[in-house]
């Protein structure tokens, strides 16, 4: 499988990149997501011409602006190079699918990095890193995650989910624009967009039927915002076991009345928490190989991302 283009923070692939002149290596981007990923590493602050190590910067409330600057010397303000670097670095990162950074940095944090007064103290208010923001600004619909955010088994599922999705958009729609590549993308999206959000998967359906008359551009474009804000949201086991009731409703025909109540049995035991959603969406795939039409066979939910991460085994 070709890997997707990812962008990260360079210090996390062991670039010794940081004000310190060290790394903040992640194992799990370098070792285990890496057999999906390939990794374009950026460092802003390099890329602007700041040495390692460096002075250490960080944010600082200026009336009404966020500005960054060194932190023994507010004078030294490296504000508008980060942005201009971020917007030329733009064209470049046209095609990745997802972007990790490293929290709680002034350049690349993606929220909550800590924002300062001009005497030193801290200003009681926090922020997202300045290069970071504006690719976010420019980029909107780009999953962007934090590293340490990662650890957490739910926004892990919930960022690369975005990330093969957003990887399958780009091929297949983006790639050659044409009205009929996305209906038949959001037909295999439908239930994974349900899982996340059910008025989205209303609202999404109601667009791609577009009454409203949108050129193929438009149409693609509000569709792809639509959709990329629509699995930001994380999903939750009642709205997992409704897509999951959806789907068993193609099944229902073909199961045994046995086999029907034991897939039952294990959706509710999932909703219940006692097991993870890796049992119902097994047994149900089972059953899809051997009685699924084509349409439901076809559903991204059922396998939105490689079984080998085990993803779905702890949520
Ligand atoms: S600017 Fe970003 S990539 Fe460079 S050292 Fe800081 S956090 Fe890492």
Same mark, same amino acid.
């Given at each position: ?6 962008? !990260? /923070? ?13 790394? @903040?290596?992640? @194992? ?8 999906? %990923? ?14 390692? =190590? ?21 004078? *030294?303000?490296? +504000? ?10 733009? =064209? ?7 972007? !990790?950074?490293?929290?709680? /940095?002034? /350049? ?8 300062? &007064? ?9 922020? &997202? ?8 600004? $420019?980029?909107?619909?780009? =999953? ?36 009929? $590549?996305?209906?038949? %993308? &959001? ?32 149409? *693609? ?12 949201? *994380?999903?939750?086991? @009642? ?16 199961? +045994?009345?046995?086999?029907? $109540?034991?897939?039952?049995?294990? *959706? ?7 097991? +993870?959603? !890796?049992?119902?969406? +097994? ?7 051997? %009685? ?6 076809? $559903?991204?939910?059922?396998? =939105? ?11």
């Amino acid at each position: 499988m070709k890997k997707i283009p990812i962008a !990260i /923070s360079s210090c996390l692939m062991g670039n010794e990149v940081r004000y310190d002149g060290g790394h @903040k290596q992640s @194992k799990y981007c370098l070792y285990t997501l890496s057999d999906w %990923f390939d990794y374009k590493p950026i460092c802003p602050e390099m890329g602007i011409g700041m040495p390692a =190590p460096r002075p250490p910067i960080h944010l600082v409330e200026k009336g009404e602006q966020i500005r960054v600057v060194q932190v023994d010397d507010h004078d *030294i303000d490296v +504000t508008d190079e980060l942005k201009d670097f971020a917007r030329k670095r733009l =064209p470049d990162l046209n095609r990745i699918s997802g972007y !990790i950074v490293i929290r709680n /940095s002034p /350049s690349c944090g993606m929220e909550r990095v800590k924002v300062y &007064h001009d005497n030193g103290n801290p200003a009681g208010k926090s922020t &997202h890193g300045t290069y970071i923001g504006e690719i976010m600004k $420019q980029r909107p619909e780009l =999953p962007v995650e934090e590293e340490g955010r990662l650890q957490d088994p739910k926004l892990r599922e919930n960022f690369i989910t975005r990330v093969f999705a957003y990887e399958d958009f780009q091929e297949n729609v983006k790639a050659a624009p044409a009205v009929d $590549q996305l209906v038949k %993308f &959001h037909s295999r999206y439908k239930y994974l967009v349900m899982a996340h959000c059910y008025e989205d998967y209303k609202e999404l359906g109601r667009l791609v039927s577009n009454q409203d008359g949108l050129s193929t551009d438009k149409l *693609i474009e509000q569709y792809e915002q639509g959709l990329m804000r629509s699995l930001k949201k *994380i999903a939750n086991a @009642k709205s997992h076991s409704n897509v999951l009731y959806h789907i068993l409703g193609y099944l229902k025909e073909c199961l +045994t009345s046995n086999a029907k $109540q034991e897939l039952i049995n294990v *959706i509710e035991q999932y909703r219940k928490g006692m097991v +993870t959603l !890796i049992a119902p969406v +097994t047994l149900i795939n089972h059953y899809i190989k051997q %009685f699924g039409n084509e349409y439901i066979a076809s $559903q991204a939910y059922l396998d =939105p991302h490689p079984i080998e991460l085990g993803l779905r085994n702890y949520i």
